[in-house]
């Protein structure tokens, strides 16, 4: 893992050589002498790196290793040279200026942009480590030594994994619903405990989804070993009540949490499972705001620690059951279905080598899961997978328990990494513990550090989605939401176990620094600081840690997770004198000062996340930043941009939010592909007009009401129309929100005459039925939601039915003026030759309760969701509510009800539920149901 991250770098200051040699530089004679001698040697250089990289940092002597940490720092001071250099060329200093300040003294030359005497420098460096590789080089016993078990302490999940994937749970899980049982007004929990490695939060996911008694609320949060306990109590209260949650943002204590939270569970019957306990007092702090109500309300918790376990059933009617591993039938299921589609499939010469793989198991998923990743990629063969068999086996006699044998296999898996995908895998470790990471954003923060090869913008993102999805498949990475498509990964986390691997590494390897709350990662004082991650809450140690960090004249990222922008903000002289800065990553922005960003010439990444207070302003000559290709101020209620952010011209992807009043010369920013959110309605007609000359724009999210007070109406909609007719001939993605109905038909017409390659829409209308011709040309249309104020009738329905390549399907219906006018008209019976690859179907605030799916309706749909409101007593058609469940497709996994109602409707709710669950319960699949009820 060290020796790839060095080569990572190594990789990429040499590509940065080569282009210094170009003509475009017009260097001296003697500095392209000292650059072509640096190319050659750190060419030769990557060559015995990329030889220790195929090597465990075990089999490598201390001499080798030291050797290869002071090439990665070499490397990267290299790198900051040669970028300090290009930002100074490209901001158009003089031949003769150049010549004058190369001629400086070395410690000057990092605030000039010199380069001759610092190359000068430099090679006498590598001079003196290329001497040092010749030897260790030549002497291959120095570079092996006998191979040791690395002290890892993993933990498993499958958080997440379809039902249908996961073996060995059945028992387990009717157990733990069996300890749940009690009087229906007694609090009741459970603990399930055991070691790292035997799925606990799966299983206890699973029981999660499966209770579907009547709650009046439920929630799922992670505990984790450092837990920020606001945070947390936040995630809880966001999940029973949306409102009292808004309100939380003013509450800055953990008590003041605590209160809120006890307040709005006291009358309720609640179903929370706490996951991943590491202590008794942070399960204290959590017990003290889930009150004991005698509501019948349940508890799950899950913990290595057995005490802990007996500390969460301490004084209740609880139950503590011990997590098992898998048997021997149950681990060879899930071992080829990994591998193969089951165990039929797999080749009887493989069967005695998997049952030796296996035993080495020990029935731990986690390490099945892991073993089975690492094969999955390697031929299967006899001899394959008995080397690996034996790789497995290496370690001491003595060191045998499941854990060490699972510890060597993870090892195994990280190990087999190929060498891409290492340095993106180490970048994870920026990441705090239990963070649910936005894979869109991860693929720009790699892209932005340079983790991912080539040239072209939107090759490198593609790529980057690749590596993804390997990590994935290799279960190193855990998918968390995935679109409908089902090779779309959207969200994912990196679980605890992996996760203090990768800080492990990255910490060694001075890849990452991290705070975490109790001080900085290990040895970070022996190296420079080259990536910050400010993971914890700093509050008063913030001047500690700015004097810490006082030389940050070589940090190339900083990511500040939770309340800490402070230390950028307060402390922006310490960071000022980064001239290698590629990404400054806030996730929330506490005061307003932004203007020192400036500063940052080679910054290529700046997002600063959700604002507590104060107005933010950019800086006026923000232009100065002509490397940045991705802009995120969504979280900011900024009012206006400045005029010079039309001069970036490498800006690619620009998120603000919908209060800010862009600048007119919008068509200057012909690199821009994705543009999100504006609000059209505060935009001038000049804007709107150079908005439709981005002809490389691929996606758009807009707000147009149609009605402002700023601007001539009229003007301002034909301008609106023309310009998205235009942009429809080339956009992927719409997202056209409060939306004039009228407008919206007017601009579609434009899809009648093209094919647009659009893929993603999101409109309102009042007549399904009238922009239906116009949504039947999208044939390319994969993604759809509609919010329909008038009629929705058989025909509007069956042209969506008729989109070729349509997955998912979201209709609201917004019933302004209490009529009947927006009901779905659904007794009109969806058929078996609409909707052939749709996956995901949610129909929200319907006000007509019965639907009918005729035989082979919607083969492929795997989630429905219906969201109904009852105004008035239900209205069942002939037969219930859902005619025709069991006719839908095998795949569907989830049945989710939501029905808003009055209380007193009590009658009609208990059959409703009835009829529900009696039309799921008929389905071949047995769908996973949800039915939740909220009285008004």
Known sequence: M???????????????????LTEKYKLAKDVKRGIRFLHEELSSMDAVLQMLAEKDDDQINPCAKDWRSKVRELSYDIEDCIDRFMLNHSQGGSKANFVHKAMRKVKTLFKDGGIAEEIQE????????????????????????????????????ALFQEASDLVGLDAPREEIIRLLKCEEKQHRVVSIYGIGGQGKTTLAMEVYHKITEAFDCRAFVSVSQTPDMKRLLRDILSQISQSDFDRSDRLETDQQLIRTLRECLKDKRYFILIDDIWSESAWDLVRSALPRNDNGSRIITTTRIE???????????????????????????????????????????????????????????????????????????????????????????????????????????????????????LYLSVFPEDYLIDCRQLILLWVSEGLIPGQDRETMEQLGRSYLNELISRSLVQPTKVGANGATVKQC????????????????????????????????????????????????????????????????SINIFGSNS?????????????????????????????????????????????????????????????????????????????????????????????????PDEIRNLQALEELSMINLD????????????????????????????????KDHKEACISTLSRLLRHLRELIVSKSDPDATCSFMASCVPTLPPLQRLALDTHNLNRVGPQISSLVNLSRL?????????????????????LLSLSVEFNDEEDGDSSILYARHAISGQGFQRLVKLNLCYCREAALKFEP?????????????????????????????????????????????????????????????????????????????????
């Open 122 to 157: 430099l090679k006498s460096l590598v001079s003196e480590q290329s001497e040092r590789r010749k030897r260790y080089y030549d002497n291959n016993q120095c570079l092996t030594a006998s191979a040791q078990p690395v002290p890892l302490d993993p933990r498993a999940t």
């Open 566 to 662: 402070v230390l950028v903000e307060k402390h922006a002289s310490e960071f000022l004198n980064s001239q290698v800065l590629r990404v400054l990553n806030i996730e929330k922005i506490v005061g307003c000062n932004l203007g020192h960003v400036k500063s940052f010439g080679q910054l290529k990444y700046l997002r600063t996340g959700d604002q507590f207070y104060g107005v933010p302003k950019l800086p006026e000559d923000i232009e100065k930043l002509q490397h940045l290709e991705t802009l995120d101020l969504r979280g900011c209620r900024l009012e206006n941009l400045p005029a010079s952010i039309m001069l970036l011209q490498k800006l690619v992807h620009l998120f603000v939010h919908h209060s800010v009043h862009l």
């Open 682 to 713: 505060i935009q001038s007609v000049e804007f709107i007009q150079g908005l439709g000359d981005l002809t490389n724009l691929k996606f758009l999210e807009i707000i147009w009401s149609c009605s402002t007070e700023l601007h001539d109406t």
């Open 856 to 936: 082979g309706a919607m083969p492929k749909l795997q989630r429905l969701k219906l969201q109904l409101l009852a105004r008035c007593q239900f209205k069942f058609g002939e037969g219930g509510l859902v005619l025709g469940l069991q006719n839908l497709g095998l795949g569907l996994k989830h049945v989710a009800v939501d029905v808003d109602c009055f209380d007193d409707v009590a009658d009609e709710v208990e059959a409703l539920e009835d009829d529900i669950r009696g039309a799921a319960a008929v389905h071949p699949n047995r769908p996973i149901l949800q039915v939740h009820f909220i009285s008004f």
């Open 307 to 425: 005490a802990v376990a007996k500390s969460c059933c301490t004084g209740i009617a609880a139950q503590m059951y011990q997590a098992k591993p898998l048997s021997d039938e149950d681990s060879q299921r899930l071992f080829f279905k990994r591998l193969f589609f089951s165990s039929d499939d797999c080749p009887p010469d493989l069967r005695k080598v998997s049952d030796d793989i296996l035993k080495k198991c020990c029935g731990l998923p986690l390490a099945i899961i892991s073993i089975a990743g690492l094969l999955t990629n390697r031929s299967k063969s006899v001899e394959v997978w008995a080397n690996v068999l034996r790789s497995i086996a290496a370690a001491a006699v003595d060191k045998d328990s499941p854990i060490d044998k699972m510890k060597r296999i993870l090892l195994l898996s990280y190990f087999n990494l190929p060498h891409h995908l290492k340095s993106c895998l």
């Open 493 to 556: 986390r990196v679980h605890d176990v992996i996760l203090e691997f990768i800080v492990s590494k990255a910490v060694e390897d001075n890849f990452v620094t991290v705070w975490n709350g109790d001080g900085f990662s290990k040895n970070y004082s022996s190296h420079k600081i080259r990536r910050l991650s400010i993971q914890k809450n700093i509050y008063a140690r913030a001047e500690e840690i700015a004097k810490t960090i006082k030389n940050a004249a070589h940090i190339r």
């Open 785 to 805: 939601y509609i919010e329909v104020y008038g009629e929705a009738g058989k025909e509007g329905i069956n042209i969506l039915a008729s989109l070729p390549m």
């Open 2 to 20: 060290a020796s790839a991250a060095a080569a990572s770098v190594m990789g990429s200051v040499i590509g940065k050589l080569a282009t210094l």
